[in-house]
């Protein structure tokens, strides 16, 4: 008799790509998992995984099978989130977010989420935008949430909020100089996002359409060290308005009035399309309510020197 447990074997290994991601998604060992898929190949009397290659994939016949069985998963997982309780129900949850999430509103997100669902285990992976959309797309995650720019009609996507961004500075580099324009802006040293960054590539395609080049440009795809080279002096950045509220207040950054404004950047949480999986609609609801940019959870303190 064919059981759930081999084809959910079949099915993981499949979609993660080895006996080892697919064993530990599922709570158990690599040999657990090789038992299942050779009692199913033995009913089969055939092979469902090609072992001559470095990765495990599929033979045909393991590809009809997978085909035949996602559907069957998808509704066995929906019966049991409609049986079961939320506070009871166990899964996982592999969640890629960016650094600004992570810095700012995720702990609120998590909070909410483990007071409505206690036994879901999270996941996190923090990650360049770039990265978290190649991991959904390789089915190693499950949700990632990441700006508005990467169009991909493989997954569903939500809307959740925006940031505001604005050019700021060490007053120790700009001094009494009055800079109101992109172009006196760009004789400056800027610190910018690269091309491994979603908010980078967003404001580099802006700034090309406004035939901006930048002369001086450092390039620095980490917020915290980002923010760190701006207050050393050493450039001018676009960083998020609101989570450096401190460092404008005390005066260790200055924002400028350049005109034009950034554009916001708009964040969407992206996931594998799957009617079926009420957690994840439920988690959708969960993100958007709790998405706030301007509700930080940890900020940037001043740095006070004190002769001694």
Same mark, same amino acid.
């Given at each position: 008799?064919?059981?759930?447990?081999?084809?959910?074997?079949?099915?993981?290994?499949?979609?993660?790509?080895?006996?080892?991601?697919?064993?530990?998604?599922? =709570?158990?060992?690599?040999? $657990?998992?090789?038992?299942?898929?050779?009692?199913?190949? $033995?009913?089969?009397?055939?092979?469902?995984?090609?072992?001559?290659?470095?990765?495990?994939?599929?033979?045909?016949?393991?590809?009809?099978?997978?085909?035949?069985?996602?559907?069957?998963?998808?509704?066995?997982?929906?019966?049991?989130?409609?049986?079961?309780?939320?506070d009871t129900l166990k899964r996982k949850l592999r969640l890629g977010v960016t650094e600004l999430t992570a810095?700012?509103?995720?702990?609120?997100?998590? +909070?909410?989420?483990?007071?409505?669902?206690?036994?879901?285990?999270?996941?996190?992976?923090?990650?360049?935008?770039?990265?978290?959309?190649?991991?959904?797309?390789?089915?190693?995650?499950?949700?990632?949430?990441?700006?508005?720019?990467?169009?991909? =009609?493989?997954?569903? +996507?939500?809307?959740?909020?925006?940031?505001?961004?604005?050019?700021?500075?060490?007053?120790?580099?700009?001094?009494?100089?009055?800079?109101?324009s992109l172009e006196e802006l760009a004789d400056l040293p800027l610190i910018v996002q690269g091309t491994t960054?979603?908010?980078?590539?967003?404001?580099?395609?802006? %700034?090309?359409?406004?035939?901006?080049?930048? =002369?001086?440009?450092?390039?620095?795809?980490?917020?915290? $060290?980002?923010?760190?080279?701006?207050?050393?002096?050493?450039?001018?950045?676009? %960083?998020?308005?609101?989570?450096?509220?401190? %460092?404008?207040?005390?005066?260790?950054?200055?924002?400028?009035?350049?005109?034009?404004?950034?554009?916001?950047?708009?964040?969407r949480a992206l996931h594998r399309n799957d009617a079926n999986d009420l957690f994840m609609q439920d988690l959708? $609801?969960?993100?958007?309510?709790?998405?706030?940019?301007?509700?930080?959870?940890?900020?940037?303190?001043?740095?006070?020197?004190?002769?001694?």
């Amino acid at each position: 008799m064919i059981t759930l447990k081999q084809i959910e074997a079949l099915y993981w290994v499949a979609r993660l790509g080895s006996f080892e991601a697919a064993a530990d998604y599922l =709570n158990t060992t690599q040999s $657990a998992i090789s038992k299942r898929i050779q009692d199913l190949e $033995a009913r089969y009397g055939q092979a469902l995984l090609d072992r001559t290659r470095r990765s495990s994939q599929l033979t045909p016949l393991g590809e009809e099978v997978v085909e035949l069985t996602t559907k069957l998963l998808g509704q066995r997982d929906a019966i049991v989130q409609q049986l079961e309780r939320p506070d009871t129900l166990k899964r996982k949850l592999r969640l890629g977010v960016t650094e600004l999430t992570a810095l700012t509103w995720l702990p609120i997100m998590v +909070s909410a989420l483990r007071e409505r669902y206690p036994q879901v285990e999270i996941i996190p992976e923090v990650d360049l935008s770039p990265n978290l959309l190649e991991r959904l797309s390789s089915n190693t995650i499950d949700l990632i949430i990441i700006p508005d720019i990467f169009p991909d =009609n493989r997954f569903e +996507s939500e809307l959740l909020s925006d940031v505001e961004n604005a050019w700021m500075g060490s007053p120790t580099l700009i001094g009494d100089k009055q800079i109101q324009s992109l172009e006196e802006l760009a004789d400056l040293p800027l610190i910018v996002q690269g091309t491994t960054s979603g908010m980078g590539v967003a404001y580099g395609q802006w %700034l090309k359409q406004l035939g901006l080049h930048i =002369n001086k440009p450092i390039i620095c795809s980490n917020l915290l $060290a980002q923010i760190g080279l701006a207050v050393s002096g050493l450039g001018i950045s676009y %960083l998020p308005l609101h989570y450096l509220g401190a %460092l404008l207040d005390s005066g260790t950054l200055v924002r400028l009035d350049v005109q034009p404004l950034l554009p916001r950047i708009k964040y969407r949480a992206l996931h594998r399309n799957d009617a079926n999986d009420l957690f994840m609609q439920d988690l959708l $609801a969960i993100a958007k309510k709790t998405c706030d940019f301007g509700s930080y959870v940890t900020q940037p303190q001043p740095v006070i020197m004190t002769r001694s």
